[in-house]
């Protein structure tokens, strides 16, 4: 009679084939991504939430994320990913460095208000007040060359390009953050006012002879 017990770990992938635990990982950031876009606030998800509409045991979540800190943090990076791909291919889609600028802008810009709860996680929750979350440092190292690439073509005004990019930054997200939080305000359109932006602040201007508004060039020489 062998009374040897079976091995825990042929149990175990059995019932998690190779790949399972990836999607279910994937799924549960998918529906955390949803649920805090809608709530707002990092604070307000709750774990064992999420589990019911992914459709597991509020275990099966610990498994992969050791507490809600954890799981907004990677639902945020995740986030963070899809957002900077999407800047990519605009940039490589655009007409020269000035065009790449305001597209990549106007992206993120444009991401923020259609996704105004999870902007508000991202950049005004506690969690964003008490965690450091590096992987936002893309967003401003990306900025600061694709304003270097405007200066070294002669599209925008010599100067320190970190210093404009961080001028740049803070125009876009205190304008977004007013859009979201002052939502009674008649605000311009948000296009119109980034190419205000990068006049002022990149000097870049109108393309001349552009048939729509917003499409900008740089100052000539």
């Known amino acids: 009679m062998d009374a040897t017990p079976p091995p825990r770990s042929g149990a175990r992938s059995r019932n998690n084939p190779r790949g399972q635990g990836e999607r279910l990982r994937a799924d549960i950031i998918t529906t955390a991504t949803k649920m805090l876009d809608v709530l707002a606030d990092d604070q307000a998800l709750s774990m064992r939430a999420v589990a019911r509409e992914v459709g597991i045991a509020a275990t099966s979540v610990y498994l992969h994320f050791a507490d809600r800190d954890a799981l907004v943090l990677a639902t945020l990076e995740h986030?963070?990913?899809?957002?900077?791909?999407?800047?990519?291919?605009?940039?490589?889609?655009?007409?020269?460095?000035?065009?790449a600028l305001r597209a990549r802008t106007l992206l993120l810009g444009t991401w923020a208000q259609d996704h105004a709860g999870?902007?508000?996680?991202?950049?005004?929750?506690?969690?964003?007040?008490?965690?450091?979350?590096?992987?936002?440092q893309d967003f401003r190292e990306s900025c600061v060359a694709a304003v270097e690439r405007c200066v070294e073509a002669g599209l925008a005004a010599p100067c320190d390009p970190r210093a404009m990019a961080l001028d740049l930054m803070a125009a876009v997200h205190g304008s977004v953050s007013m859009r979201i939080n002052r939502c009674d305000t008649p605000w311009p359109p948000f296009p119109d006012?980034?190419?205000?932006?990068?006049?002022?602040?990149?000097?870049?201007?109108?393309?001349?002879?552009?048939?729509?508004r917003g499409e900008l060039r740089g100052q000539p020489d």
């Open 118 to 136: 999870l902007y508000k996680v991202l950049y005004e929750s506690t969690l964003n007040q008490r965690v450091e979350m590096r992987f936002k």
């Open 193 to 212: 006012q980034l190419d205000r932006f990068l006049q002022g602040l990149v000097g870049l201007r109108p393309r001349a002879g552009a048939k729509g």
């Open 79 to 99: 986030c963070h990913r899809d957002i900077m791909r999407a800047m990519e291919a605009a940039e490589a889609a655009a007409a020269d460095p000035a065009d």
